[in-house]
């Protein structure tokens, strides 16, 4: 049986291509260190855990769920979003749950996009914006993010295109490879660009509250959520990527759509997960700060790394990771090829995230300090 | 934002309008018994609850899993395909699990479906076949199914339609609602007709194990997977509906282009849930007697009801429900409603499957011998 043609352009990802390369240099004997992955090693919360357990112990967990969630978790993302976000929500039709925020890209694409509606997507940028797009049927045009604008979009630039046939805008700050946020201003030009163009800006917001001082959120921008939807996860800011708990927030409307594509294709998240994604949103601001104490250790060491790599990075990056451009010309497929082979380190080369990202390195802080360490040694001998 | 085209054949149900209707009417105070919902109200082993707790006090444990899910899991799937059907499965690359087997029809449908071919749904059947293929943009093409024929289609009357654009036959036996059971020699037809007709048969196999002796699966019929791909689940075999673990099997091209969508839209299962997954595949026999005991002596009370409803049913049932032919030439809808409001028992009304069931109706097992009693008690009144 052939494959549907909106498979076509969906290729296996050279990360994962080389993330298998890796595992087979490690099962050889080789001590490779992967700072690739950003896969957050540290454990959620015990009273998470516990909750976990202590539901799933219970005779009458164990049924299907409501597509919606329960109300305690809804309302508990609703608290969460006013206590730090200043976003008023109504947790009985502008939130629900969602099994990990990635399928809500997805559930995005297929609730708003027709067959050659373009979207907007980040170059550099995580990569599922782009597949989800043409999974839906949509053209995915990249738009431009320059590390000497801040990895901010240039909206001037972008009105003097064709946007008419633009329906999705998707952002991501704190952006995910560069770290970089964006500033209230930004917010509102969005916001306004998106009311202008009639497009619907979705921020993806999973990395709020990782070395960052100020979680914002696009919703502050647009009390009426007219034009703007924000996917969040408890992936990164509660370490619990493995459990798949994420949500999406936007006007009634706007949920009801994507819920006509998502109740067709799965039901309610099991109940034990829910109650103890509660106990996780309800964590107070103690949780970051330990978490973020943990974060900062490893900056310090891979700054280090990227110091003795003459790798240059921009400071107050937020989120997972180290960003930084490699000395010289060469591009990040060269340099981090010869990083895996001659030092048995690896850093995710940029080119993956998008064309302006070429000579770029990530790092990722999910590694303990003594794996760093480890790493610092290496580039010493 | 106008929702995208593909979501306008899709309406909300009025099986969900209608449970909404039931819990408003409970909440004033009715004592409404229903008995229409499939929702397993039995709790998992009590080894699979402990698994997931030791799982997730597991510092490890909560990180990002590979898409296809741990080996364990793959090969427990095999284990339990070869002991209970004698199929053998590569748990390498024939097997992946599945968020609950609702997403698998989703995945198969955007993985094989262009916009216009034509895909043959049963009648009556599970409605998710229906909108799946509505929202990867195919024509839902009802074949019929009728008791004279014990719900198995007539495929010589099939073969004079145009097979031509049809890409994708879904079957599911045990049948839901019918509780048909499909012979040896049926799942040998059904193959030739696929390879005949270059016809992609998918088998929906969650019912297997309840109230039925000899549990089998499409692919026995088909060893080297050719024309066929089966989904199958925990929901109802194990009581894990809640915990959405269901897997999907087929030869290695047809998993590789599920997995182009799915690997887009999903991360791998959570590490304790894959855990728990293992020992539930690892349960003896023992383990669906005990279920199914439960579930006769609920039958004989449904079918108590049913007599006195004078709804007759055929014998043999397989299957979480009773499904039986009501009375005279009342629609379905009249006499479930009439039913609701009279005597304040809720039966679900066959016209929801389709347009062969409009005079049928089917009661969930899934409801304590205690209350199914007091149904009884109710009608005796």
Redesign the interface.
């Known amino acids: ?7 076509q352009h ?1 290729k296996e990802y050279y990360f994962s291509r080389k993330l298998k390369e890796i595992e087979k240099l490690q099962k050889q004997g080789r001590d490779i260190i992967n700072l690739g992955i950003g ?6 919360s015990y009273e998470v ?1 516990k909750e ?2 202590q539901t ?2 219970m ?7 409501s597509y919606r969630g329960i109300e305690g978790l809804r309302k508990s993302f609703a608290r969460f979003y006013k206590k730090y976000f200043g976003v008023k929500l109504n947790p009985h039709d502008e939130i629900i749950p969602l ?2 925020s ?2 809500g ?2 559930h995005i694409s ?6 050659g509606d373009k979207v907007l997507i980040p170059d550099p940028g995580y990569l ?1 914006y782009r ?2 797009t043409l ?3 949509g053209i995915p045009v990249g738009y431009d993010l320059f590390p000497e604008n801040n990895y901010l979009p240039d909206l001037k630039a972008l009105e003097k295109t064709n946007l008419e046939e633009v ?1 999705i805008m998707w952002i991501n700050y704190p952006h995910m490879p560069s770290g970089s946020l964006a500033p209230a201003s930004f917010y509102k030009k969005i916001i306004e660009f998106g009311k202008k163009h ?1 497009i ?1 800006i979705v921020n993806d917001n999973p990395y709020s509250f990782i070395l960052n001082n100020e979680p914002r959120s696009l919703l502050h921008y647009d009390p009426g959520m007219e ?1 703007s939807m924000e996917l969040n996860s408890l ?1 990164k800011s509660h ?6 708990i994420g949500m999406l927030a936007g006007k009634k409307e ?1 949920i009801d ?1 994507v819920m ?2 998502k109740s ?10 829910q109650k103890a994604a509660i106990k996780a949103l309800n964590l107070n601001e103690e949780w970051f700060e330990n978490m973020n104490r943990i974060y900062r250790k490893r900056k310090i060491i891979a700054e280090k790394i990227f110091e003795k790599l003459h790798i240059h990075h921009g400071k107050d990056q937020a989120g997972l990771f180290l960003w930084g451009k490699i000395p010289g010309e060469t591009d990040s497929k060269t340099f981090t090829d010869k990083l895996l082979y001659e030092k048995e380190i690896f850093l995710t080369p940029g080119f993956i995230f998008g064309n302006n990202s070429k000579n770029y390195v990530r790092l990722s802080l ?1 590694n303990s300090t003594g794996l760093l360490e480890k790493a610092l040694k290496k580039l010493e001998k």
């Open positions: 049986m052939k494959e549907a043609n909106r498979l969906i896969n957050p090693d540290l454990p959620p855990i976990l357990s799933a112990s005779a009458s967990a164990h049924g299907y769920q099994t990990g990635k399928e890209i997805m297929m609730a708003f996009i027709n067959p599922t597949s989800a999974l839906a049927g329906k009639q619907l034009t992936s370490n619990m990527a493995g459990w798949r706007h759509a006509k594509f067709n294709m799965d039901s309610g998240m099991f109940l034990a997960l999910t």
